[in-house]
């Protein structure tokens, strides 16, 4: 069996390569279609190591080219996988960056075409359904979904009509480095900070550290505050606000020795979002035996439960369910380390290889 995997942009690298790599372990052999990055370039790299994995690569993300020549580049990109159409069993779209180059150039392999969809809509997207992901998703021959979230979402907007070409692939644990073996837990007593760590957009919440630093619980607990990540032009106000109020703010992407240093932390990680169809800080975080908090939001929700980590599961979002989650924590440290490491193993690589495979048709 032959692949071809398309991301564009490289917008989901980190997943592209666990992917490919249990893809590779069953013998498939892949071709990844994507960008060069300025981040997550180790990823690539990565990928070029696998038995069995070409990638092919242009300057098509916003980090690394002008928009007008990324786009251009994209298509030379797309281009090229039509001329080497009849190599591939399968051609993925794995995140979509321009549909209307996609409508076009994919539709006569729609046959052959598998939809990855990681959001149902696009973050902020106030319509129900989002036409160019629809449009995608018909002339796909198979939908893969990356949570039981999305896949559920989904049918609800569009239609019980794609249900039976549909499929569930969640992917697991994954490390913010190629490579690294999973971190196990540990009990490790009181926390010194409770850390937001990701992109910071909208639909993340991270509002939430403004009422956490005006919390009596939380300020009577000592806990540091902690942002860590890139914003959005758009949420400056509130990062302004959150610095102003004591939050340490680091407005940036961390490079790797510094992202280690931070899941080194005995630290408390906190995912505040409002949307989630998941969420690939979580299982970096699962991977680096992190404790970790989180809004009861999409795939967040349903990890929690899926593996008895409702003590984890803010009941709402505020900075006395938070207080609450903590209190819990220095009650029952040790039976939640265990549920997190029984997650942990759960969504390993091996625990995870074989379903990937039965999803794309390979076992």
Known sequence: MKLALVDGGSFVLPYDYQLVAALASQGIEVAVYASRTRYNGEFLA??????GVAVRDRAVSGTVAPRWRGLTAYLALLFELWRRRR??????????????????LLWPLRRKLVFTVHNPVPHGFARRRHAPTGCLAEMANKLVFVSRFSHDDFIARYGERFRARSAVAIIGAAPVRPGLAPVPYAVAGR???LVYWSTVKPYKGVELFAELARSARIQASGLRLEVHG?????????RDELASLGVVIDDRYLDLPELLALLARNVVFVLPYREASQSGALYALLHHGRLV???????????MRRFGLEAMLLRERSADAVADVLDRLGRDEPAIVAAFQAAQDGCSGPATAAAIGRVYGAS
Request: glycine share 4%.
């Open 46 to 51: 990565a990928l070029r190591a696998l038995p």
């Open 87 to 104: 190599d591939y069993d399968v051609v993925n779209l794995q995140f979509s960056a321009f549909w209307p180059f996609e409508l076009v």
């Open 191 to 193: 926390p010194e900070a």
């Open 230 to 238: 890139k914003w959005d032009e758009s949420l400056r106000p509130l």
């Open 293 to 303: 908090v989180c809004a009861d939001s999409g795939d967040l929700g349903d990890f």
